[in-house]
Structure formats: structure tokens, C-alpha cells
């Protein structure tokens, strides 16, 4: 039996709360949405894509599994679910 492709499914699959792309870590499955940053375990090779088993990850973490460069501007995550002053 050959194993599961992970990496063609998070090209399919996005985050049940805020509908972002997933990318593939180690062992989790990682929302790319700034604003999200859920991590969802994979456990035996089946990707839980549940909330309420999900962690929020760190923004200096969650920017190395998406792959942004080191130094994400916390304020600019911050903005995007800020109100909108003009
Ligand atoms: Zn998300």
C-alpha cells in the first residue's frame, strides 16, 4: 500500500474556519491565513481537519511553516481583521 499524498492534498483541501490554503509541516497540516494560523494535526496519516482540534500557532512559528520571510509585520496581521480607519 503506498502511502497517502499529503502534499496533493493540501492543494485541495483549505481551513475549515477561514477557508484559507492548507501547507503541509512535519506532522500537522497549517493554515496559511495570517489571521488563522490553525495548525491540524495528522494523525496516521489522516489529516483531522477539525477546529476544536487545531492549534493556533505563534506568528514567528506559523511564518516558517508557510514559508514568508523571517520578521511578518504583527502589525499588518493585526490590520487585516482591524477596522478600517480612514
Ligand atoms: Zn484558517
Redesign the pocket.
Known sequence: MSEFELGDLADLVV?P??R?RLVLSAESLV?T?AG?R?SFPVREGIPVLLVDEADELDPADWGKVVGRPEGIDRDSVMDSTGDDAS
Open positions: 481551513c474556519q477561514c484559507s493554515c491565513g488563522c490553525l
